[in-house]
């Protein structure tokens, strides 16, 4: 028996687990301007066994996690992102559109997280495959990646790297958000920041230009996921990036035929060059509900999952990978946690990382 190994107000607990023989790395696929620290990424899918008596009867129980490996951080430049991106993973915990964090914990040599196994594939994944999706199916996405971008919103967090590849879809076919390494914590609503990060297909012109920014990134980045998805390609593509950066910076939106007019306009008021003229610069989220594109939608039962999604992945359980790239499924997975052989001093290694060990409650097995 393998043991996974989580911490919580520097107790030790042991928590049985075996490692499931499936190999995979769920990680973006074209690079970031700044990727959120350049160290090892191995996600390995976790199978957590326990036993449990029902009456009277021992019934296996087994629960699918990704872990998210980060090895070579300790004298790195990047420690905040990852705490960052803890602490924006422990927010979003009660948000149905973002991964939940389940434990953070780390050895001598790396920090694990473990998170929400999602196995319907990126959105990334699904496109390649269709090449573009149709108007009710892709403002089912838009609505539901706009709702975690609007939560986010409101605990003062920028996302910043909104694409395709951090777009999951569950099981049954709602959007999943990941990857937070590139957020930014504390930007009050008339703040702004000024890292130039993020993926180049989606750079906001004010990013570009190397200006403060505010929070309607994030909304241009919307408006370019939602181009993608309804015209296969994302709005000024090229595969020139300096000619598709002054496509970003100068030229004007070109909207094929074809599409109604109430995408159209979400569109334009997404895209729009300057921030302060953007749709959501004003009342952020609710502006982009009320949007007239978005009239089908129900909110309240969108955030409930009462919506059947337009698309079923049918993945047939969780050892099901059809959905992921082979690509990912082939990537051999390193240094098991469960063959680390020094677990034991797991909590000494860094101060930089002090706190960054995490369970939550409900997984908790005492």
Known sequence: MNYFLTSQRKM??????KVQPINMQLIDKSPAVQQPNKVNHSITVFKQFTEKCVFGLSESIYCYFAGNALKDVLFSMQQKNIMAERNVLLKSLKHPFLVRLHY???TSEKLYFVLDYVNGGELFFHLQRERCFSEPRARFYAAEVASAIGYL???NIVYRDLKPENILLDSQGHVVLTDFGLCKEGVEPEGTTTTFCGTPEYLAPEVLRKEPYDRTVDWWCLGAVLYE???????????DVGEMYDGILHKPLFLPPGKSEAIRSLLVGLLQKDPHRRLGSIADFLEIKNHSFFTPINWDDLYHKRITPPYNPNVRGPADTQNIDPEFTREMVPNSVSQTPDLNASFSSSNAFHGFSFVATEDSFL
Do not use: A, D, E, N
């Open 229 to 239: 998805m309804v015209y296969s390609l994302p709005p000024f593509y090229s595969r």
């Open 12 to 17: 030790l607990y042991l928590c049985p687990l």
């Open 104 to 106: 953070s914990f780390q």
């Open 153 to 155: 919103h409101s605990l």
